[in-house]
């Protein structure tokens, strides 16, 4: 039991494969708030109506919020979250030959951040090591 499908999942795909699971568990699906009961044929024809829409408002809600993204970016205001890497001391503590989980216990880090600055490093200098 839920209160909304759009709980429930985030596609209709997604919805579809739970409900397919809960009846192969012999299960039904209610919703509080909506008409809907898979125990019966109306109630499963709304189910993948509402479940369609769902998907159509989160689309149309995900292009309005990379238009208002871009029109943000045009005028200069929207500009991603700061670093908070410092790259260039990543850099300094590889060219000295330290090791990858040093430099990120020291900085803070992930291994993997450590690893993907590495890789910057590596085809920003076209394979060669750098320091």
Sequence with gaps: MV???????RS???????VHELRAKGVTLKATEQPIDTSTAAGKAFLDMLGVFAEFETNLRR???LEGI??????GVYK???PTIDRAEVRRLVGEDVGVSDVARQLGITRTS???I???LKRDTGGREAA
Excluded: C, F, H, P
Excluded at 3 to 9: C, E, G, P, V, W
Excluded at 70 to 75: I, L, M, P, S
């Design 118 to 120: 590495m890789g910057e």
């Design 12 to 18: 209709v795909k997604d919805l579809l494969d739970v």
């Design 70 to 75: 871009g029109v943000a970016k045009e005028r």
């Design 80 to 82: 991603g979250r700061k």
């Design 63 to 65: 292009e309005r919020q």
């Design 114 to 116: 450590v690893y993907r």
């Design 3 to 9: 209160t909304r499908i759009d709980r429930l999942a």
